[in-house]
């Protein structure tokens, strides 16, 4: 165990669960996180990212393995770990018949705040997740962003030190995302928070994080920053689009001599190139040497989208439909053992 985890971070050793009649949701996972640091868990819905944050917040027992966070057992310590952490999962528990202030107070007298200390913390907190102007509402009557941001509040009602959001930004349109981010990214750099953050959103693993893992079929099959990761991959993919469809083979076999090929739009063709970003001006030159004309042409710089296909010979995005039914028999089930 290291200082860092005794401190207010999060150690996860052979962390395994399995499901009755079922696959394991989560097959064996290390991972340490820093206190301080923002872990993004990446994967597609299936991969066994919903169940770990389950297993790490005490909802759902380990098959087998152990997990400390805040230094504390989740399974023999679990009172200890649930006072240290904070958690918005991805059903908020709210009642739609209360007002926003209404949840704070309750929230904060649950985790035994006084009368006057409860009052204030719960007007600072609403305060920062900006839903002061609407803390005297119904919760029935908010938006899907308000919820998400009042369920954020909750969260940090008795100032954990540990975060756990599972993908709290599903839906949300892109201003109420980037609010969250900004509030996510605060908490981490001025109050040192250590965040585990679930996503399927590459941008936003790529926006917060200080380290990415991705998980598929429950197993970790790549960690680092977004930047080693991407560096991993290392060069660029090209893709060009002919103005006439009859070249498009013509093209491709040009478009071979530089590298690989890659993913790329049905119209067009990629390759990514062996020699760099150098090489684009050679494959303009022999492009026109071939007299193939170009509609379009775009150098795309590496992404995680372009790690989790290396690393799983598939996209993430738009991978939901592919893993329904395991989610069906993972994490589905998951959520109802909570």
Do not use: C
């Not at 868990?41 to 087998?64: D, I």
């Not at 491709?252 to 001006?281: D, H, K, N, Y």
């Amino acid at each position: 165990m290291t200082e860092s985890t005794d401190r207010g971070g999060i150690e996860v050793e052979g962390l395994v669960r399995e499901f009755k009649n079922g696959p394991r949701a989560v097959d064996g996972i290390d991972l340490e996180v820093a206190q301080g640091e923002i872990y993004g868990f990446l994967g597609p819905n299936g991969a066994g990212k919903s169940t770990t944050v389950l297993m790490l917040t005490t909802l759902l027992p380990p098959t087998a393995g152990t997990a400390r966070v805040g230094g504390f057992d989740v399974v023999a310590q679990g009172p200890q770990v649930r006072a240290t952490i904070g958690a918005a999962l991805q059903e908020a528990a709210l009642d739609p018949l209360l007002t926003g202030r209404e949840h704070m107070r309750l929230q904060t007298a649950l985790h035994g705040l006084g009368k006057r200390e409860r009052e204030t913390r719960g007007n600072e907190l609403l305060e920062r997740v900006g839903l002061a102007y609407a803390a005297d509402r119904k919760v029935g009557g908010y938006s899907g962003g308000m919820k998400r941001r009042l369920d954020l509040a909750l969260a940090l009602a008795h100032q954990p030190r540990i975060l756990f959001l599972d993908e709290p930004t599903t839906g949300l349109d892109i201003q109420s995302r980037t609010a969250l981010w900004e509030e996510v990214a605060r908490l981490a750099g001025e109050d040192g928070v250590t965040v585990f953050l679930t996503t399927q959103y590459l941008e936003e693993a790529d926006a917060l994080a200080n380290r990415v893992g991705i998980i598929d079929h429950g197993h970790l099959v790549a960690e680092g920053t977004p930047a080693e990761l991407k560096a991993e991959i290392g060069r660029p993919t090209v893709e060009a689009v002919p103005r006439s469809e009859g070249d498009r083979e013509r093209m491709a076999a040009v478009l071979g001599r530089f590298g690989e090929r890659a993913g790329s739009s049905p119209r067009g063709v990629s390759v990514r190139l062996e020699g760099g970003e150098s090489q684009l001006a050679e494959v303009v030159r022999a492009l026109d040497a071939d007299s193939i004309a170009i509609e379009h042409l775009q150098l795309h710089a590496p992404s995680l989208d372009d790690v989790f296909l290396a690393k799983t010979g598939r996209s993430l995005e738009g991978s939901d439909e592919e893993e329904a039914a395991d989610s069906e028999t993972g994490e589905t089930e998951a959520v109802g053992a909570a």
